[in-house]
């Protein structure tokens, strides 16, 4: 049987499940799929062949708090107890002091935008989600190219004869774009890589460049200056389809290799050989990740890096341009939701902890958490968990599996998986949209999300005579409301292609979506929303207290936090063997990472993986990770990139020493 993955990963990759004798022996890639080609993820394929189909690792009947709020300890209620205690609660209290907590646990569009009709109609205060990831990313993107110009098809990376791989990396998320940029270099392609670490694919870069986090900026900008200084910068390009060239140039003209060296931690050599390599080469690519927005300067390093194809003539060609996100090629609007967004405040997610405190205006009284685990990815750890202490937050966590935050629930609510529920999927790397389908029953008594925010709307009076919808119903409503080949391949088990056509190639086959579909270099409103002026830089924030740079990157274990549960290797920092050295630490130490926020205990690992002056703790960890139950977030600042108001993981400064 056939199904999707719609996890919060690149490449929603095609799963066949192996059934025998009505039980599901083996879950794989599908073979057939032109994007996973049979094959999955590492961390895929250790989930969802254990613990997602196993019942004793799963949240099978609803529960309710029986001990202390962070003990863990529940006991069974009915669903019907359940739906009646939350319906009650909410009927007493003002939208404004309940709050709907959810990101992307499954991306899938009727699992993460349905609940909102419910929350939309009970007036709720929302977060904003995007800020926690992608926000400044994806407003740079918005500015620079519309509401955002449909994207590289990742498969023709074949066809580039430069890939950079900047601020990612593939082969931990969104890995099936690798083969594709190894059959580019089989054909002679030059690889890139930025990244403060050495990546799989850094090492078998022809370049990598080891950047200090948060200097991604200034690289780009010296980049940009070479461009213009040497005649390398498409001018017939730059007139007829871009605009702000001039004030884009004027910016980058005071960043000299030089000088952008000084502040990356590397040398001016490599920035002018990377420089002179990108304008050479045609097609060349830039794989955009989300690494380098997650820090003060993240809007304008994105925005930057982003305009280096329109400066340096790389469109108009197969294999050339940007890719960073392809989820808006569908044009699919939230217009089904069927509410309109409530006149109440939106919460900054990187601000949840502020939120939650008992002195907040208003207090919250009760708290919604679906889709997301915010004590494992929410910044400033300790003070989330003080907020979610509280005796008169009421909390409700509807999840797969008991997380930490769940640990902190009044009541928890099993879900379902994909693999139980009916929904639609599209991917942010491959320009792809795909049918979930149910391939084995639902364990226990879990429910999908549409199913119990269905009830939820029914038990408050706020279906508006719709009655329960359970996910299949919703999802052929939704189907009804797609364009109609769209809509009929779905139906059919067919993946359609979007309007502009399979594998298009930008600025021929997409355009941008601004008012005069030219680039737009340097957008003014972008300019003005910038805290503090586009392309400025903003100096590290390091002290001499606190002078290492930690950094939380994605892992081959984790999607986020989601498959933190499962049982993995002991965690340890990694540090640069020069920064281990200057404190006197050797291999398997046991160590504290600390910052005014909080600190996180666990053993060191000592590599040249890194770069000094960068340690590293993976992303998604869940508290039983390490020895005192912190994890990176804990140290993470919760303040605010300068577009976007993104997140600024990577702003995080600490110190190491031995743990007493």
């Known amino acids: 049987m056939l199904t999707t993955c719609p996890r919060d990963c690149y490449d929603a990759c095609g799963i066949a499940v192996v059934k025998r004798n009505g039980a599901v022996r083996h879950v794989r890639g599908d073979p057939a799929h032109p994007v996973s080609r049979g094959k999955l993820c590492r961390k895929c394929s250790i989930g969802y062949n254990g613990a997602y189909l196993d019942p004793q690792a799963r949240l099978t009947r609803p529960l309710r708090r029986a001990g202390a709020k962070g003990e863990g300890a ?88 430069c890939v950079v791989v900047w601020g990612a990396n593939p082969s931990a998320s969104g890995l099936h774009l690798v083969p594709y940029i190894q059959e580019a270099r089989k054909k002679g392609a030059r690889l890139v890589v930025v990244d403060p670490r050495v990546t799989p694919l850094a090492r078998q870069a022809d370049l990598h460049l080891p950047l200090k986090p948060g200097s991604d900026l200034v690289v780009a900008l010296a980049v940009h200056r070479h461009l213009f200084e040497t005649g390398a910068a498409d001018a017939a390009f730059l007139e007829t389809q871009t605009r702000g060239a001039a004030e884009l140039r004027a910016r980058a003209s005071e960043w000299t290799f030089e000088r952008a060296a000084s502040v990356a931690g590397i040398q001016a050599a490599t920035i002018r050989e990377f420089a002179e390599m990108y304008a050479s080469a045609s097609p060349a ?27 340096g003539g790389k469109f108009k060609v197969r294999g050339g341009g940007y890719a960073l996100s392809n989820s808006a090629a569908w044009g699919i609007e939230r217009t089904w939701i069927g509410a309109d967004e409530p006149d109440t405040r939106v919460v900054n997610m990187n601000h949840l902890g502020r939120v939650l405190a008992a002195d907040a205006d208003p207090p919250l009284k009760v708290l919604f958490v679906y889709n997301c685990n915010p ?42 998986t994909f693999l139980e529920t009916y929904d639609l999927a599209r991917a942010y790397g491959p320009i792809a949209l795909q049918m979930v389908q149910p391939v084995v029953d639902a364990v226990g008594e879990s429910r999908s999300n549409p199913e119990v925010f269905g009830q939820l709307l029914a038990a408050l009076d706020l279906d508006e005579g719709e009655g329960p919808q359970g996910e299949l119903e919703t999802l052929l409503d939704v189907l009804n409301q797609l364009p109609g080949d769209i809509a009929e391949d779905l139906r059919n088990q067919r993946m359609p292609v979007p309007s502009f056509g399979a594998a298009p190639v930008q600025f021929v086959d997409v355009f941008p979506r601004t008012p005069d579909g030219k680039a737009d270099l340097f ?100 508290r039983a990770s390490t020895l005192n139950r912190s994890t990176a977030t804990a140290l993470a600042p919760d303040t605010l990139s300068d577009v976007g108001e993104g997140a600024c993981f990577n702003d995080a400064r600490v110190q190491v020493e031995r743990s007493q």
Not at 377 to 384: D, E, G, S
Not at 568 to 577: K, Q, Y
Not at 595 to 618: A, F, H, Q, W, Y
């Open 523 to 622: 957008p003014e409103a972008l300019a003005r929303e910038s805290a503090a002026g586009l392309y400025q830089f903003l100096p590290d924030p390091g002290t001499d207290r606190y002078p290492l740079a930690l950094i939380s990157p994605s892992s081959d274990r984790t999607i986020n936090s989601t498959l933190g549960e499962l049982s993995r290797p002991e965690v340890a920092l990694v540090m640069h063997p020069i920064d281990s050295q200057a404190r006197g630490l050797e291999e398997g130490a046991s160590v504290r990472i600390f910052n005014e926020r909080g600190d996180v205990r666990c053993k060191l690992s000592i590599e040249p993986t890194v770069r000094p002056g960068t340690v590293v703790l993976p992303k998604g960890l869940w």
């Open 285 to 311: 690519l830039i794989r955009c990740g989300w690494g380098l927005e997650r820090n003060r300067n993240g809007g304008s390093a994105v925005a930057a890096v982003l305009a280096l194809p329109a400066v």
């Open 74 to 161: 529940f006991e069974q209620v009915s669903w019907d107890e359940a739906v009646g205690e939350i319906a009650e609660r909410l009927r007493r209290l003002d939208g404004h002091t309940v709050l709907n907590a959810h990101y992307t646990g499954t991306f899938a569009l009727l699992s993460y935008f349905f609940p909102l009709r419910f929350f939309h109609r009970l007036g709720a205060t929302e977060v904003d989600p995007d800020t926690i990831c992608n926000k400044a990313g994806h407003v740079a993107l918005e500015y620079v190219y519309g509401t955002s110009m449909d994207g590289f098809d990742p498969l023709t990376a074949r066809d580039s004869a």
């Open 375 to 416: 004590v494992a990815t929410v910044p400033h750890q300790n003070l989330i968990i003080e907020g979610l202490a509280r005796e008169d937050l009421f909390t409700i966590v509807f999840d797969q599996v008991l997380t930490d935050t769940a640990a902190y629930a009044d009541l928890v609510l099993p879900a379902t």
